[in-house]
């Protein structure tokens, strides 16, 4: 049995968990794409070949590695024969942490499953496949030196050669390392790669010319060629040169027959032309006369469809004016003008009243309103405290015993509001000793003399009150008074709440005046109609309704007249249709 692999075992590599591979005699393999074929022809590689780096897999060696040998689980492993007998040879994959690239390693003996695999079918852990392996001079190969020595023939007594590739010179072992590869690639090898290796098998210099066939036949060689290259053409267009010729063939006939044809019909038709002479010039007048009859009724029937026009659009004009009076009626079938009018007048109003109320406080600050408000509300409780407590005022106390004439002078030296209506009593002023009191009053009333106060020490002016006696003397005017500044104080509360609510009135506002002209886009489209529009269509679909009548009658008189209209274009049509008929008879007679 000569030497060689015997045995290919695939654990955990490529497509297989398991694979066993005889190779001992000839094997074909057959099977669907992507079933791993492929696969294993390449793993020949790993055997023959001393350096992953020389292997061609059709892939990246990172690829090509994380494919076969995705862990330490992963062996390709081949049994082989060598000239000291049977012994393993084989490659394991590495662990990530390890550095991924796989060992390869050779023991004596032949393959045995249970070295690599346990009774459950799972791989041993390296350490122990290593551990059962050692008994038979198991031996890691360190480098590609020692892979191709373990394959080659050992020289000279000497090595660990098995004899797996045996080469008369093993210095030849780069060439049949180049051959192996492309023969395991023969779908993708050129025929230059293949002559190349040929020749360096061969030992014969790739460089050069290995027989010179012009050296051998001279100028005959140079004639044979053009001729090659001549018959070469010819063939190539061989199918187009013979269709060219049946073309020519087939033309000459053809020419040949129109020829005859030609000639006999000539004749025919010089005495077809004798016997029809006069038929022919009764068919022309005949022909001339439809023609100008034709272009009569041509422009009549172009009137006619003017006018037909016409009444169409007189029509179509009509019908839309009352369809849109019908959608209007449909429209305003329960609108109520009173009401629509009255919420124009009270949105218009509203309006009225949001702007007055906009422009007040446009002129306000909000602190003089606040003052404002303050102001009022101080004296609106003053005269209502002074109504409530009249009888108790100081100014009816002092009345029962000082005359108008005597108070008079002290308007200016005293506040009215701020002491004369103030009540006597609890909750206000107490007059310890009134007789003293009223006495203090008559000497300054006497001492204050045109507004000012004159004693033995000083002159003062005094400012001018502006409230007289009168309006304390009488309830009603008070009352009148508190009116007007309740009054007064409301508007000034209406004008701060106006400041403080300016957007939402601003809002109110532009929401009035939407309802009253409607609502747009910001291109300017209307989306909503506003009340006065829609009051304004109701107006004139009112007047416009009182037309309908007319409108009914006038599009009954259109309807009439468009089918007269299309009445007479038929009648024009027909008889244009029957003079082309005469007219063309006159052609053919012509062309005859």
Request: charged share 30%; aromatic share 6%; with cysteine.
């Amino acid at each position: 049995m000569p030497n060689g692999p015997q045995k290919l075992i695939l654990i955990r590599a490529g497509r297989y968990d398991y694979a066993e591979v005889e190779l001992s005699g000839s094997l074909q393999i057959v099977g669907p794409n992507n079933t791993g074929k492929t696969t294993l022809i390449n793993t020949l590689q790993f055997l023959y070949l001393d350096d992953r780096r020389h292997m061609d897999f059709g892939h990246s060696p990172e690829e090509t590695r994380d494919y076969y040998f995705p862990n330490q689980y992963s062996y390709v492993l081949f049994e082989c024969l060598g000239v000291r007998g049977k012994f393993v040879l084989g490659w394991r994959g590495q662990s990530k942490a390890a550095g991924g690239e796989p060992e390869r390693f050779h023991y004596e003996g032949p393959y045995d499953s249970a070295d690599f695999l346990t009774e459950q079918d799972q791989v041993r852990e390296p350490k122990a496949i290593s551990a059962r392996l050692s008994g038979r001079n198991y031996t890691a190969l360190k480098s590609a030196q020692d892979h191709r020595e373990l394959l080659l023939q050992a020289t000279k007594g000497e090595g660990q050669g098995t004899g797996v590739v045996a080469l008369r010179d093993n210095d030849k072992y780069p060439h049949f390392r180049e051959t192996l590869k492309n023969l395991l690639c023969l779908s993708t090898i050129t025929q230059d790669q293949m002559r190349d290796r040929l020749l360096m098998l061969a030992g014969l210099p790739t460089e050069k010319y290995a027989l010179d066939v012009r050296e051998l036949f001279g100028e005959d060689y140079e004639r044979i060629l053009r001729l090659k290259h001549k018959l070469v053409r010819f063939k190539k267009h061989q199918g187009q040169v013979e269709q060219l010729v049946d073309t020519c063939a087939r033309r000459d006939t053809l020419r040949g027959g129109l020829i005859y044809r030609w000639s006999d019909l000539k004749g025919k038709r010089e005495a077809f032309e004798q016997a029809h002479t006069t038929k022919v010039e009764g068919l022309k007048r005949n022909a001339l006369e439809a023609a100008g009859r034709i272009q009569i009724l041509q422009s009549e029937v172009n009137d006619r469809r003017t006018e037909a026009s016409s009444f169409s659009e007189t029509k179509g004009g009509l019908q839309t004016q009352l369809n849109q009076l019908a959608a209007q009626a449909r429209e305003f079938k329960d609108f109520v003008e009173d009401l629509e009018s009255a919420t124009l007048n009270n949105a218009k109003a509203e309006v009225s009243r949001l702007k007055r109320e906009l422009d007040e406080a446009g002129k306000e600050n909000r602190a003089k309103a606040e003052q404002k408000i303050q102001l009022y509300g101080d004296l609106v409780k003053q005269k209502r405290r002074t109504i409530a407590d009249f009888d108790r005022a100081l100014v009816t106390v002092l009345r029962r015993d000082l005359s108008d004439d005597e108070l008079a002078p002290l308007r200016p030296a005293v506040q009215l509001r701020t002491y004369f209506t103030q009540p006597v009593g609890e909750g206000g002023i107490r007059l310890h000793q009134r007789d003293e009191f009223v006495r203090l009053l008559r000497v300054l009333a006497q001492r204050i003399q045109d507004n000012v106060y004159r004693d033995g020490v000083v002159d003062v002016p005094l400012p001018m009150s502006q409230h007289s006696l009168a309006q304390l003397a009488n309830p009603d005017t008070v009352r009148e008074r508190l009116t007007e500044d309740e009054e007064t104080l409301s508007r000034w509360q209406t004008i701060l709440n106006t400041i403080v609510q300016r957007e939402s009135l601003e809002a109110q506002l532009r929401a009035r005046r939407e309802e009253i002209e409607g609502k747009k886009d910001a291109s300017g489209k209307e989306i909503t109609e506003g009340l006065a529009k829609r009051l304004f269509r109701f107006e004139q679909f009112q007047i416009a309704k009182g037309n309908e009548p007319r409108l009914k009658a006038e599009l009954k008189q259109a309807e009439e007249a468009l089918t007269a209209a299309g009445a007479r274009i038929s009648k024009a049509g027909e008889a244009n249709r029957h003079r082309s008929r005469v007219k063309g008879h006159g052609r053919a007679g012509q062309g005859c």
